[in-house]
């Protein structure tokens, strides 16, 4: 984070043109007529507001076009109590037909897939998403690990006189061949619990 105290940049708009968004989970937007200010909403947001300057910074040598450029950033506790940015600011409209805007859009994504990505020094998940079930996640979207992600079910019996396996049981959909009862008893599927 480029550490500067001048926050005159903004000090020294007319606030009468400056449009506040505060729709955003993460931050507070000002929009100014050629750029955006950005601040992190609180304390937990500074770490993915950072990760987002460092990724502003990683797309401006792809030469997208369509990417807003880091402007500048600033720490100045006298504006802010958390380091806040700006970038510039894209206009756009909402079409009226934006259906006529499919294909277009189609192919302009794929052309972005066609970036090299930049690497990113020292880049990981931040810390609210190395959580176990991000974890998970991850290992179910990489298709070389996808394949193990999944738990295996096991198949039991459960009934009046017969304990369940220990695991979480529930019973399987019908159209998975597995799921029949009768009086007493019913296959069902388990699945390993938190305990394994």
């Given at each position: 984070m480029t550490r500067c105290y001048a926050p005159l940049e903004l000090r020294g708009r007319l606030i009468s043109r400056l449009v506040l968004n505060v729709t955003g989970w993460n931050k507070l937007v000002l929009l100014d007529f050629?750029?955006?200010?950005?601040?992190?909403?609180?304390?937990?947001?500074?770490e993915w507001f950072e990760r987002e300057l460092t990724a502003y910074r990683a797309r401006a040598e792809t030469g997208l076009g369509i990417v807003p450029r880091l402007l500048g950033c600033w720490e100045d506790p006298e504006t802010y109590p958390f380091p806040f940015a700006a970038v510039t600011r894209l206009h756009g409209q909402v079409p009226a037909e934006p259906e006529a805007l499919i294909e277009q859009l189609?192919?302009?994504?794929?052309?972005?897939?066609?970036?090299?990505?930049?690497?990113?020094?020292?880049a990981r998940?931040?810390?609210?998403?190395?959580?176990?079930?991000?974890?998970?996640?991850?290992?179910?979207?990489?298709?070389?690990?996808?394949?193990?992600?999944?738990?295996?079910?096991?198949?039991?019996?459960?009934?009046?006189?017969?304990?369940?396996?220990?695991?979480?049981?529930w019973p399987a959909p019908p159209s998975s061949g597995r799921s029949w009862s009768t009086a007493t008893y019913t296959t069902v599927s388990c699945w390993p619990s938190a305990g394994g």
């Open positions: 050629d750029r955006v200010f950005l601040f992190p909403r609180s304390a937990v947001g500074v189609g192919r302009t994504i794929a052309c972005w897939h066609e970036v090299e990505p930049p690497r990113l020094a020292g998940p931040p810390r609210h998403l190395d959580a176990a079930h991000h974890r998970w996640l991850r290992r179910a979207l990489d298709p070389a690990t996808s394949a193990d992600a999944a738990p295996r079910p096991r198949i039991c019996w459960a009934g009046p006189d017969v304990p369940r396996c220990g695991r979480t049981c």
